[in-house]
Nanobody, 122 residues
Framework: VQLQASGGGLVQAGGSLRLSCAAS????????MGWFRQAPGKQREFVAG????????YYADSVKGRFTISRDKAENTLSLQMNSLQPEDTAVYYC????????????????WGQGTQVTVSS
């Protein structure tokens, strides 16, 4: 499976961006997908995840109420709507796929997109 992430960019604090991640093949209910981010000098951290079959969602505390993860099962596409962005959200954002529920550890994901840069200016 190949994952293609897109949608990053430069935005001012308080602004919004929408990230997308397209999978190269159909996903099934056994799959889950997640968004992670990695800032310079920091470890990759969980942002949000979704179970492909049920649509159940999971969020890091730092983004709850600001970010929304969703999926389009017909298009095999994952999205992340990011509102009220802050400078601390600046990072490279990665989408990942797993069959292990919705783990918060990046080591539990089997496939990764190439990453897309999000920069939030103050």
């Amino acid at each position: 499976v190949q994952l293609q992430a897109s949608g990053g960019g430069l935005v001012q604090a308080g602004g919004s961006l929408r990230l997308s991640c397209a999978a190269s093949r159909r996903l099934f209910s056994s799959h889950s997908m997640g968004w992670f981010r990695q800032a310079p000098g920091k470890q990759r951290e969980f942002v949000a995840g979704i179970r492909w079959g049920t649509g159940n969602t999971y969020y890091a505390d730092s983004v709850k109420g600001r970010f929304t993860i969703s999926r389009d099962k017909a298009e095999n596409t994952l999205s992340l709507q990011m509102n009220s962005l802050q400078p601390e959200d600046t990072a490279v954002y990665y989408c990942g796929m797993t069959i292990r529920g919705v783990p918060y550890s990046p080591g539990e994901y089997d496939y990764w997109g190439q990453g897309t840069q999000v920069t939030v200016s103050s």
